[in-house]
Each structure stands twice: as C-alpha cells, then as structure tokens.
C-alpha cells in the first residue's frame, strides 16, 4: 500500500470511530435522481432493507476508481449477495458536462443496475453527503458499508486495485 493510501485509510478510520461511536448513523435521505430515467430517488430507500456497499465518486477520476472496484467486487459477490450502490456526485460539475457524464455512466455500468445509480446534481445535496457520512472535503471515491438496518458501518477511500484488505474486511462485516 502506497503512504498516500495509508493515511487516508487512517485518517478516514479515525473520522468513521467518532462518527460510529455509540449509535451509528443511517444512511442520510440525500436526494437525486436514478440514472434509469431521472426519476428522483432518495439514497436511504435504494436497495432498502439490505446490506449494500455505497461507492461514492465526486469526480471523474473518483468514478473510473469506483467502477474498477464494482468489477473486482462483481467477481466475488453476486449482485443478489451484495448490492452496490453507485452514488455519483455531479454538482460541481457544470450543467452543460453533466450529459457527458450520465452519458459516460450509461455506458460504464450495466442497464440492469441502472435503478441502484444515484446521480446527485445539488450543491446542499452533495455536502449534506460529505457531513453526514464524514468524508473529507478532499478526496474523490470512498466505500461505504451499510448494513440490513440501514446503518452505516465503514467509511473507507476507495482502495486501488490488489488493495483491497480492508474492503474484503468491511465486506465480510456485512456479510
């Protein structure tokens, strides 16, 4: 693992003990809008009553990191097993991009997962994301582990590829 990536992975763990110390906290009703036809769709009701990972991209480079990380995943977990959530935060992005990037995630992930891709346009949706969950302002793709009951139980930086120790760990918490 790279020292980058060891802090972050500390730095985001340190951050996810306050924040899960005690009760832990539900998946926030961020709003924004399925990539199946732009219906709007709340983050808390997508795949409802199931453990679920949340892979959560604020920018291009977070959504290629997230995507890579759904296959390697796909290849252990069936989507029965384990459901993945997509949230795509778009909200800095300018307007006339944000085609090219629903367009791109059209693309990128199959039509039959569509309905589990939150696409997030507003500015207060997005940092509503950020403080509820706790991610830092800095950074572009995290995991977030989310049990039956909706409670979220890890928050970690979207590990690279072959670095995957701890998503594993936080999967088998799940499972």
């Known amino acids: 693992m790279t020292l980058r990536f060891r802090l972050m992975a500390l730095v985001l ?7 899960f110390a005690g009760e832990r906290s539900v998946v926030p009703e961020v709003r924004g809008e399925l990539l199946t036809d732009k219906s709007e769709a709340t983050l808390d009701r997508i795949e409802a009553g ?25 290849k252990r977990y069936s989507a029965e097993k384990l459901p993945l959530v997509h949230v795509a935060a778009l909200a800095r992005v300018p307007p006339m991009f944000r085609a090219v990037a629903r367009k791109s ?4 992930i199959p039509e039959q997962r ?20 706790g991610l830092p302002e800095k950074g572009s793709a995290f995991v977030v582990g989310v049990d039956a009951e909706g409670r979220m139980t890890d928050v970690l930086a979207a590990p690279e590829i072959g670095e995957t120790e701890e998503l594993e760990a936080l ?5």
Do not use: M, N, P, W
């Open 105 to 108: 995630l059209r693309k990128d």
């Open 50 to 74: 199931r453990a679920r990972l949340l892979l959560v991209a604020f920018s291009g480079k977070g959504g290629e990191r997230v995507r890579a990380l759904a296959l390697e995943v796909r």
């Open 171 to 175: 999967i088998s918490r799940l499972l």
């Open 13 to 19: 763990s340190l951050a996810a003990a306050g924040l």
């Open 114 to 133: 569509h309905a589990q891709v939150l696409i997030i346009s507003d500015r207060d949706q997005e940092e509503l994301l950020r403080d509820t969950i």
